[in-house]
Every structure is written in C-alpha cells, then in structure tokens.
C-alpha cells in the first residue's frame, strides 16, 4: 500500500508522451507521462503550506468537417496524441538514478470520430469508374 500522504520531489523531468480525449460530454481529459531522472522521498512537503490551486475549466472545441466552404459532417469525439518516445538510460549508479533519456523519433497520432451527413456526403462522392474490359 502506497503512504498517503506522500511527499515527493522528483528531479530531471522531461515530457514522454501527452494527450487529450475530446467529445461531446463530460469532461475534457488530457494526461502527461514524464520521466524523471531521480526521486526523493521527504517526511512533510518541501514547498511550504499547500494551497488551493483555483481551478478553471474550459469546454471541447466545436466544428465542422468543410469541403468548398460546405459543411460534410460533424465532429463526434477526437484523441490526439504527442509523443517524444524517450528511451531510458537505466544504467547502474550508485545514487540509485538513470543517466536520463533520450528523445527518439517523435510522433503525433490521433483518432477523429465524424458523423457525415448523407445528403451532402452523396453530392461530393466522386463519380464511379467502370472497369476496364477484357477482350479475349
């Protein structure tokens, strides 16, 4: 079982990874991975007499997919996604730390959920192409 309240300081942070979850009810969900080179555990906070932090929140974007200026349909939900990929050092010290990390090839990924409307989705479907024949 972890100790709560737990009181620690981490050192040598950088950003892994980064994402937000987006739809059209509840909450807008975002969460940051970080890598931190060491950790330090103390018996009370290190920062002084904790307040409280004065939450504000703000609402998921809203629009619509356009072609020519016409809207084609609406976004449903969307993931967005940054990662830096860092790769470990986790070597072996004698003050318990890894060496750090190191970035790789970085990546933006995501998933858009859109409800096309079929009236408008109809008129901009390219026309069909018949196969080419085959002669004997």
């Known amino acids: 079982m972890p100790e709560v309240p737990r009181f620690a300081m981490y050192s040598g942070c950088v950003l892994d990874q980064l994402s937000w979850q987006m ?10 991975k970080l890598i931190a080179q060491g950790e330090t555990i103390a018996a009370s906070t290190a920062t002084g ?6 939450l504000q929140r703000f609402g998921h974007f809203n629009g619509p997919v356009k072609r020519n200026g016409t809207a084609l349909g609406n976004v449903v ?19 318990g730390r890894i060496d750090g990390a190191d970035p790789t090839m ?20 390219p026309a069909a192409k018949r196969p080419p024949r085959c002669h004997p």
């Open 77 to 95: 939900s969307a993931e967005i996604t940054y990662s830096n990929n860092l790769d470990r050092i986790e070597t072996i010290r004698g003050d």
């Open 49 to 54: 007499t904790p307040t409280t932090l004065g």
């Open 106 to 125: 970085a990546a933006l990924t995501g998933r858009i959920e859109v409800r096309f409307s079929a009236q408008i989705a109809s008129k901009h479907r």
């Open 23 to 32: 739809q059209r009810s509840g909450l807008l969900t975002a969460s940051a």
